[in-house]
């Protein structure tokens, strides 16, 4: 058994798309579709910003995200509606497996490893009242997935040697560039997409995080 | 004026969306979605392996980018099919506004600076005819746009200062990325669309490479 599991946040743990309700009151219809481009946006910019060498936290890239993603699909977004929205990724619903399977797997250390930045990532698992050993941002090093360094931010700050971690994602590019790393890797395959072509295959493939 | 213009090959002087025909051909009513969702994972293959640090040629990550979405689409690919697809690309057309564009400005320096592998670039552009005095390839580098020191590949093979270059992308990723490297860029935005919030803003924008 691995001394340390390691978890994705967003899409792993959170639902990001437990957004799309609160679109879809703001604007009938488009909720889905805003959820959608905002997330492929959001995650685009991580990747740009990082090679570009222009961090900034996950706070800002996710609100330039939403701005660009109404603009792009003519949805009039105005502060408060951008506040209301950015609130919600405070409290994003955890999916129903992912309380009792960290509870099942207590005898390990627990840990989420996040591009959420701290004003993003605390409020959201203090809300969740999920029990971990340590919740870590990128923020600090200022680059996001799938960074080598952001993987071994997870060593240094677990004093866990990076055989002994198994790190969980259902985003499967960060799986691999988990394992590209050097972790041992479960990817959390919910919608039965195919592994992506990066190198890499993850040493395990769930459905969910009931059966980790 | 600017003592060197260089330009972006792949959607900006070639239309990679010209594959759609061919993959509709081997999948009827399948191009569109394919032809974009092959566009959409190539890109974001280049990202990632970027920040992996794990770098492949474009024409791996565009064949492996491939396999990926028939995969995802239910698309049966065989090795046969998959050289027709890459073929393609080797032949891409031409936007109808960028040969007479490029004859007009000949006053300056014109280059083509890409995330193309030699080995798709050269027949690409050998192939359309188009009169340069560079064409560049990240390849050399190992990483891929929008990291910085690939447009840096083009003040050291021009052997222009920055100031004096204007890039030239319909990718307006790739147009800030230069614009964050010091370029004064122009973004040929055909569809429309907005600014990416990413910190910076195009100096001139364009509907197509005719007004340049």
Redesign the interface.
């Known amino acids: 058994m691995s001394r340390a599991l390691v978890f994705d946040a967003y899409g792993t743990l959170f639902d990001v798309h437990s957004v799309r309700a609160r679109c879809d009151a703001l604007w009938p219809g488009k909720g889905a579709q805003l959820s959608q481009l905002w997330r492929t946006k959001q995650l685009?910019?991580t990747?740009?910003?990082?090679?570009?060498?222009?961090y900034?936290p996950f706070s800002k890239v996710t609100r330039?995200?939403l701005?660009?993603c109404c603009?792009?699909l003519g949805l009039a977004l105005d502060a408060g509606k951008a506040d209301t929205l950015m609130d919600e990724y405070l409290r994003l619903a955890l999916y129903p497996d992912a309380k009792s399977a960290l509870e099942k797997l207590r005898g390990a250390k627990l840990a989420i490893l996040s591009n959420g930045s701290p004003d993003m990532l605390d409020p959201l698992v203090a809300h969740s009242g999920l029990r971990l050993d340590a919740v870590l941002s990128v923020h600090e090093l200022r680059?996001?997935?799938?960074?080598?360094q952001v993987y071994q931010l997870a060593v240094d700050k677990l004093a866990v040697p990076k055989e002994q971690i198994e790190f969980v994602s259902s985003n499967c590019?960060d799986a691999?560039?988990a394992k590209?790393f050097g972790f041992r890797v479960c990817w959390i395959n919910r919608a039965g997409?195919?592994v992506?072509?990066?190198?890499f295959t993850p040493d395990r493939i769930l459905e969910g995080l009931a059966t980790l």
Chains 1, 2 share one sequence.
């Open positions: 685009e910019y990747w740009q910003r990082s090679l570009m060498r222009r900034e330039d995200a701005e660009y603009a792009a680059a996001y997935k799938p960074a080598p590019w691999l560039g590209s997409a195919p992506d072509r990066l190198g």
